[in-house]
Structures are given as structure tokens and as C-alpha cells.
């Protein structure tokens, strides 16, 4: 029994290190594109410094968002660990295809919408703590919306400010800054994205331990007292994983952001990095899982459209925003077929 337990607990671990991975692998892209567009860092330099910042983030700034994650969304007393199991799969695969895609999407969407597929099938409707989904859903749909309007009144402020300013003087100046406005970025968005890594190992573990303490404790400590809690070891691994996913940088989706959107300058970067490190911060404060990847990229296209609204190819625009709205749905379906699969399987083999 205790062996089993353990293996389980293991294999949650690794997935959920991979998912936190592929999260930094996609979100690299958000976070470094403006930075690199506009000539501010080199590729390589931008992924590892912001892959530092993103350990740094992810490690220091509290583990608000892990909470809800791990407490609010699914209801601890009634879902199992191999809802979470399947939940963080089918994420990890969402990523993936949204990877070779090439468009930005939201690995917070993903995994929300797995924890609810899987929840519905493998356990029942009470299961789903829904008035939080509906905040948390609220959040998610308004976050991007401001992250255009911030950029775009932050944008539009500086060329005022800087109208007679030389265009090299001003350049150079804002080339020299964009480097931390991306750093910030960066520490934001480990703040937020690595701790739901966090809130779902501790929330494994947490169900894990009264099935098998001795075997649970060496992961989640002799003195849980049957509470949920994130212990520091969790903290190091999922900052360690979402920061490698970081510097190793999903290069597909950066063209796109860096390129694909329209020619970004100086201005853009810094208005745009900016207005999305101070939203996700916030939100990570708050509490309040959201999607960095789409904070990011509309503030981008905030900061481009306050030069002019067709300075902005809408074309590509139009698909990152398709892919948001089916993230979710696509994502729970997905797990709770996969949780389906699962369990016939196990039934015709007879485990």
C-alpha cells in the first residue's frame, strides 16, 4: 500500500515539474519578446537573465496563488490525487500543441480547465468550488483587457513626454531601462505562474499523508498536523523547473509575439513589460491565479496600437484570441476523457 502511494506521489511530482517547465518553456515568449524585438538584449542574454529573475520571483514572493490552487478551485475533502493527475496532464499536452501552434496561450487556463474536467468525471459537481472559478474566470477575462489599456495609456504618455526629445536620446534611454521593466516581468510572472506548480504538489501531498504518513513525511513533513501547507522543498523545485522552462525559451512562440505582431520599437517594449509586471504582481498578491502569457501579449498590442490602430497585423491577433477562449473548454474536456480512458482501462484489465 505505502509503496503504491509513494509512486503516485512521485509521478504527480515529476508531471507537475513538467508542467511548471513547459509553462516557463511557453511564457518565455511574453515575457522576453519585447526586450529582443527591440534590440534592448540579445536572445540569449534575455533568457538567462530573465530566468534568473524568474527564480528569484517564483521563490520570494509568497505563496498566496499556491493556496488557491491547491484549496479553491477543487474541493480537498472530495477530489483525489489522480484527479490532479490527469488535470496536470492534460495541461502539459495543451501546452504542447499550443507550442508547435506557435500562439501564445494560457497554460493558468489549461490547468483550471483540467482540474474542472477531471473533477466533473472523477468525482461530482459539488466537487468544483464554483463561485471561486467564477472569480478566478472574472480575473482571467479582465487582466488582459487592462494589460491593453495600461499599455496603451502608458504608451501613448511617453511619446507625449518625450515629443521633444531627440528620437536616438530617447531611444538609447528607454533601450537602457527595457532590460529591468523585463526583469520586473519576469519576477512577476514567476510570483504568480510557478506557484500553482506549488499549490498542486502541496494539495497531492496533502491527500497523500493520512494514506501513508510514513512514506508521505519525508515530502511533506512530520508536523502538517493535517493542514494544507507548501513546504520550501516544493517551493525550490517548482521555481527551479518553471525558470529552466524559462532559459530554454519557446523560440516559435517568440517570433510570433517579437515579429508576427508589428515592428516593435524601444517605446513599446518598455510600456508593455511594465504594465504587465504591475498586473501580474498584483494579482499574485491578491491571490488571483491569471494568465501571464495573455497579460503580456495585450499589453504588446496596447502599446503598439497607441502608435496607430493599423500598426497592429490583427490577423494574428485574431488567432491568439481564439485560442484563449478554448483553452478552458478544450483543456477540460480533455482531462475529463483522459480520466475516462483511465478508469476504463483499469476496469478491463482488473487493477
Same mark, same amino acid.
Request: aromatic letters at 8%; glycine letters at 8%.
Given at each position: 500500500?505505502?509503496?503504491?502511494?509513494?509512486?503516485l506521489?512521485?509521478l504527480?511530482i515529476?508531471?507537475v515539474?513538467?508542467?511548471?517547465?513547459?509553462n516557463?518553456?511557453n511564457?518565455s515568449?511574453?515575457?522576453v519578446a519585447?526586450?529582443?524585438?527591440?534590440g534592448?538584449?540579445? !536572445?540569449?542574454? %534575455?533568457l *538567462? @537573465?530573465?530566468a534568473?529573475?524568474?527564480?528569484?520571483? $517564483?521563490y520570494l =514572493?509568497g505563496?498566496?496563488?499556491?493556496?488557491?490552487i491547491?484549496t479553491?478551485i477543487?474541493?480537498?475533502?472530495i477530489?483525489?490525487?489522480?484527479?490532479?493527475?490527469?488535470?496536470?496532464?492534460a495541461?502539459?499536452v495543451?501546452?504542447?500543441?499550443?507550442?508547435?501552434?506557435a500562439?501564445p496561450?494560457?497554460?493558468s487556463?489549461?490547468?483550471?480547465?483540467?482540474l474542472?474536467g477531471?473533477?466533473?468525471v472523477?468525482?461530482?459537481?459539488?466537487?468544483?468550488?464554483?463561485?471561486?472559478?467564477?472569480?478566478?474566470y472574472?480575473?482571467?477575462?479582465?487582466?488582459p483587457?487592462?494589460g491593453?489599456?495600461?499599455a496603451?495609456?502608458?504608451?501613448?504618455?511617453?511619446?507625449a513626454m518625450l515629443?521633444q526629445v531627440? !528620437?536616438?536620446? %530617447?531611444? *538609447? @534611454?528607454?533601450?537602457r531601462?527595457?532590460?529591468?521593466a $523585463?526583469f520586473? =516581468?519576469?519576477m512577476?510572472?514567476?510570483?504568480n505562474?510557478?506557484q500553482?506548480?506549488?499549490?498542486?504538489?502541496?494539495?497531492?501531498?496533502?491527500l497523500?499523508?493520512?494514506l501513508?504518513?510514513?512514506?508521505?513525511?519525508?515530502?511533506?513533513?512530520?508536523?502538517?498536523?493535517?493542514?494544507?501547507?507548501?513546504?520550501d522543498?516544493?517551493i525550490?523545485a517548482?521555481?527551479a523547473?518553471?525558470?529552466l522552462g524559462m532559459?530554454?525559451?519557446?523560440?516559435?512562440i517568440?517570433?510570433?509575439?517579437?515579429?508576427?505582431?508589428?515592428?516593435i520599437?524601444p517605446?513599446?517594449?518598455f510600456?508593455?513589460?511594465?504594465s504587465?509586471a504591475a498586473?501580474?504582481y498584483?494579482s499574485?498578491?491578491?491571490?488571483?491565479?491569471v494568465?501571464t502569457s495573455?497579460?503580456?501579449?495585450?499589453?504588446i498590442?496596447?502599446?503598439?496600437?497607441a502608435?496607430r490602430?493599423?500598426?497592429?497585423?490583427?490577423?494574428?491577433?485574431r488567432?491568439?484570441?481564439?485560442?484563449?477562449?478554448?483553452t478552458m473548454?478544450?483543456?477540460a474536456?480533455?482531462?475529463?476523457?483522459m480520466?475516462l480512458v483511465?478508469?476504463?482501462?483499469?476496469?478491463?484489465?482488473?487493477?
Amino acid at each position: 500500500m505505502d509503496s503504491s502511494i509513494l509512486a503516485l506521489a512521485l509521478l504527480i511530482i515529476v508531471l507537475v515539474l513538467l508542467f511548471d517547465f513547459s509553462n516557463g518553456f511557453n511564457d518565455s515568449a511574453p515575457v522576453v519578446a519585447a526586450v529582443i524585438s527591440s534590440g534592448a538584449m540579445s !536572445p540569449r542574454n %534575455a533568457l *538567462l @537573465a530573465t530566468a534568473a529573475f524568474e527564480f528569484a520571483g $517564483a521563490y520570494l =514572493l509568497g505563496t498566496a496563488v499556491a493556496a488557491m490552487i491547491g484549496t479553491g478551485i477543487v474541493e480537498p475533502k472530495i477530489v483525489s490525487p489522480q484527479i490532479i493527475l490527469v488535470a496536470v496532464l492534460a495541461a502539459i499536452v495543451w501546452n504542447v500543441l499550443a507550442w508547435h501552434r506557435a500562439v501564445p496561450t494560457s497554460s493558468s487556463h489549461a490547468l483550471i480547465g483540467g482540474l474542472i474536467g477531471a473533477a466533473l468525471v472523477g468525482g461530482n459537481i459539488e466537487s468544483i468550488q464554483w463561485s471561486n472559478v467564477l472569480k478566478i474566470y472574472e480575473i482571467l477575462i479582465l487582466t488582459p483587457l487592462l494589460g491593453f489599456a495600461i499599455a496603451f495609456a502608458v504608451t501613448r504618455v511617453l511619446r507625449a513626454m518625450l515629443r521633444q526629445v531627440r !528620437p536616438t536620446t %530617447a531611444n *538609447l @534611454a528607454l533601450l537602457r531601462l527595457q532590460p529591468w521593466a $523585463a526583469f520586473g =516581468l519576469a519576477m512577476s510572472h514567476g510570483s504568480n505562474d510557478a506557484q500553482k506548480g506549488m499549490g498542486l504538489i502541496a494539495i497531492a501531498l496533502f491527500l497523500l499523508y493520512p494514506l501513508a504518513p510514513q512514506s508521505i513525511a519525508a515530502f511533506y513533513g512530520t508536523d502538517a498536523g493535517g493542514a494544507f501547507r507548501v513546504p520550501d522543498w516544493v517551493i525550490v523545485a517548482c521555481s527551479a523547473a518553471i525558470a529552466l522552462g524559462m532559459a530554454t525559451g519557446g523560440w516559435r512562440i517568440i517570433r510570433t509575439l517579437g515579429g508576427g505582431l508589428y515592428r516593435i520599437r524601444p517605446i513599446h517594449g518598455f510600456s508593455s513589460q511594465v504594465s504587465s509586471a504591475a498586473i501580474i504582481y498584483v494579482s499574485a498578491v491578491a491571490g488571483f491565479p491569471v494568465s501571464t502569457s495573455q497579460i503580456a501579449s495585450s499589453s504588446i498590442i496596447g502599446a503598439g496600437a497607441a502608435q496607430r490602430m493599423n500598426a497592429v497585423r490583427w490577423s494574428p491577433v485574431r488567432q491568439m484570441m481564439v485560442a484563449w477562449v478554448i483553452t478552458m473548454p478544450s483543456a477540460a474536456a480533455l482531462s475529463a476523457l483522459m480520466y475516462l480512458v483511465a478508469r476504463w482501462t483499469i476496469s478491463i484489465l482488473g487493477l
